[in-house]
């Protein structure tokens, strides 16, 4: 069973023309006349021996041909231009409109009317439609002068929504009709190619649906009438127009932004022809109320869009305090969610879900997320019917109705999803829509077809599972905040790449410098090496030969200064090479470094000192950059603790995972709070170690080494209680 669907109908392509009009199609070349209606000879004696001529030699013709309007368009006029005006045909006059379209120029006729109306009142209440400041206004307005130029019963605004469903937003009438005002409409009500023929021709007219439409007589295999104002009007059309009660109707295409807003419709009860002329008038002040309806959306846009621009500033200064786009989204969820008067944001980055608000669980957000990187590319994806299409297959809840997700950058993975939840609406239609079979006359062939509804008697009908629509003022703030993250994104990689060109002239300057250091701290230790040792040897000449008591203390101080210099000396030069030399890791045990030192620590300062040695592991490292760090660190504890009557010392060490942690404790000095941070600085020595001798350089050397050693130091201290330092060393690889 062939059964033919409203949507399926090529408009453009009936066959046939009302029968108010007479049409002329000429091929724009060669001039040779392709088709004409049938009811062409009621004006001009001519029958189907004009096909295959040319215009210009049919004397009946004559008065077209050398027409302003026909010379235009054949000799200037651009594509789809129309080209109208009045002309005389034995004896009466005709409206005559030629336009050219895909090679063929269409000549249009159709009997002037008497116009009763005064054209200075229409033309004022036209002129006042850019005065008004709202938008309501200006649709009550328009179908206010609509009404007194074409004097139809009923007529009407209707604005088509997103999913080419429509609403009636004004509406003017009489008395005895029936209002339509706030009735939706349903997509098939004006299907697909309807609404894309209304956006090229912006104005039809049904003058009376009994009446028989005419034939074109066509050598030619198509006759394309999208641009005409006389073609005929589907069948199906028609029926719809009848079980509605009506018997003529106009509309005009209400055009913003190039994009069909919506239509002006008029009703008649009763057949009904208006001149040329009015029409024209009509879609004048259509044209006019559309730039006055734009000009007040984009003002008040306008007026929106500052605001919220101050709102983004805002925002994105807090993005900015984080470094990194993961970081900034994560510390700025509920703002970005406020921004975008949403129920609930979420921001996936590496696999991570944060989120804010009335969300779905971070399963379903994975879930959604897997579905994104599979449907959707660069631009923003907007869906008030998110949970109603998708819950079965991905088991969604209902905090997810309509759902808007935008990729800041897809390859990272990193996307922006917010959430709505169920908006409960009743929408009131203008009947109910039942697919009913029945058949209908298409031009004296008869067709099954699938009929308009028969009753227009209002429906109510419940919406749930939805969420409220994504309006214009909706979508603007998410893409803003899109925008505004892509910007902060890219700033901060500006930045990151600046920061990395300063610490790469940083590092270079910080090189130089340091290769002048450690020359300089070569030249130093080799040249005063000779000068300290020539002093030393002389203050110990004099030592030998002096007996005076009082001198020979004075002498001594001279000579632990000097070794004092010298000992600062070895250990910058060590320092210095620590820094360059490579090593050859290996286990060392440190049982024989620790007793050396130890021995030694106690023969330099103090004697008496309690040094308790427990547990030793061997750790990984080279052994005299081990033993540079024993010799420091228990040195330390031995001098700092000397003025104490009970010193004592606990060299101890466990294991701890893939590490040795070395203690060294001592009840000594301690270390002052305030100094912690000038521990490991080189040259830095504390206030309360001034009665010590010391170079301030031993603990900068253990921190070098340390690292080298792939370890670490730290230490606690309490002030005249005592340091206990940590040496976090490799562990034995092998044990």
Request: proline share 2%; aromatic share 10%; charged share 25%.
């Amino acid at each position: 069973m062939n059964i033919t669907n409203c949507n399926e109908i090529e408009i453009y392509n009936p066959g046939f023309i009302q029968d108010f009009g007479y049409l002329i199609g000429i091929n724009s070349e060669s001039k040779i006349i392709d088709f004409y209606s049938e009811n062409i000879s009621e004006l001009f004696p001519v029958d189907k021996s004009v096909l295959q001529k040319n215009i210009y030699d049919l004397a009946c013709f004559s008065s077209i041909v050398s027409s302003p309007q026909f010379y235009d368009v054949d000799r200037n006029s651009k594509e789809e231009i129309k080209n109208s005006d009045k002309i005389e045909i034995s004896g009466r006059e005709y409206h005559i409109s030629v336009y050219k379209y895909k090679d063929t120029i269409f000549i249009e006729l159709e009997k002037c009317l008497l116009n009763g109306l005064s054209n200075s009142s229409l033309l004022k209440g036209i002129k006042n439609l850019p005065s008004l400041k709202k938008g309501k206004d200006i649709w009550r307005a328009l179908v206010k002068n609509i009404c007194q130029i074409t004097d139809y019963d009923r007529v009407m605004v209707y604005k088509f929504n997103s999913d080419g469903s429509g609403k009636v937003v004004a509406e003017e009438k009489l008395a005895a009709m029936e209002s339509y005002m706030h009735l939706h409409y349903p997509e098939s009500d004006i299907p697909k190619q309807a609404r894309a023929l209304y956006l090229k021709n912006h104005k039809r007219i049904l003058s009376d649906i009994n009446a028989e439409p005419v034939k074109i007589i066509s050598q030619v295999k198509t006759v394309d009438l999208t641009l005409s104002g006389i073609r005929a009007i589907s069948p199906i059309h028609i029926e719809y127009l009848k079980n509605g009660g009506i018997s003529s109707s106009f509309s005009v295409s209400i055009i913003i932004d190039n994009e069909l807003w919506g239509l002006v419709t008029c009703h008649s009860t009763q057949p009904k022809h208006i001149d040329l002329d009015n029409r024209i008038l009509a879609e004048i002040a259509t044209f006019i109320a559309s730039n006055a309806y734009s000009s007040y959306q984009a003002k008040k846009a306008s007026r929106y869009e500052s605001a919220l621009n101050k709102i983004c500033y805002d925002l994105k200064k807090e993005l900015l305090k984080f470094t990194t786009i993961k970081d900034s989204l994560f510390n700025n969820v509920g703002n970005i969610r406020n921004v975008s008067e949403t129920d609930g944001f979420a921001i996936i980055a590496d696999n991570t879900v944060k989120s804010y608000g009335k969300v779905p669980n971070d399963n379903i957000i994975l879930r959604i997320y897997q579905w994104a990187v599979q449907n959707i590319e660069d631009k923003t994806y907007f869906d008030d019917s998110f949970y109603k299409t998708y819950h079965d297959s991905m088991g969604l809840d209902k905090n997810c109705c309509g759902v808007a997700l935008s990729f800041i950058n897809k390859q990272n993975g990193h996307l922006l999803l917010w959430f709505r939840q169920e908006f409960k609406d009743h929408i009131s239609w203008a009947g109910k829509d039942k697919k009913e079979i029945e058949t209908l006359n298409f031009y004296n062939e008869q067709k099954l077809v699938y009929s308009p509804r028969k009753s227009f008697q209002v429906f109510y009908e419940e919406i749930s599972d939805k969420s409220h629509y994504w309006s214009s003022k909706d979508r603007l703030r998410i893409n803003k905040i899109r925008d505004l993250v892509n910007h902060t994104m890219q700033e901060q990689l500006h930045n990151i790449s600046r920061m990395n060109d300063e610490l790469t002239k940083i590092n270079a300057e910080l090189n130089r410098i340091n290769d002048e250091l450690d020359s300089y701290s070569h030249t130093i230790s080799h040249d005063l090496a000779t000068p300290l040792t020539v002093m030393k040897l002389n203050v110990q000449m004099m030592a030998r030969y002096n007996t005076d008591e009082y001198n020979i203390k004075k002498i001594q101080n001279v000579l632990n200064e000097i070794d004092n210099m010298s000992g600062m000396m070895s250990n910058v030069l060590r320092l210095s090479r620590l820094k360059h030399s490579e090593y050859i890791f290996e286990t060392v045990d440190p049982t024989e470094i620790i007793e050396k030192v130890c021995t030694d620590a106690k023969l330099s300062y103090n004697e008496k000192a309690a040094i308790n040695v427990l547990n030793i592991y061997p750790v990984t490292g080279e052994k005299s950059l081990v033993a540079q760090v024993f010799q420091n660190i228990i040195t330390n504890a031995v001098k700092y603790s000397s003025q104490k009557d009970n010193a004592e010392i606990t060299v101890d060490s466990v294991r701890d995972g893939n590490h040795i942690l070395y203690t060294v404790s001592d009840n000594g000095i301690g270390i002052p709070y305030q100094s912690k941070e000038e521990v490991f600085k080189v040259f830095q020595r504390m206030g309360n170690t001034r009665s010590f001798l010391g170079s301030g350089v031993g603990l900068s050397i253990v921190k070098n080494i340390m690292k080298k050693l792939s370890g670490n130091v730290d230490f606690e201290s309490v002030e005249n209680q005592g340091t206990t330092f940590f040496l976090r060393f490799p562990a034995d690889k092998s044990a």
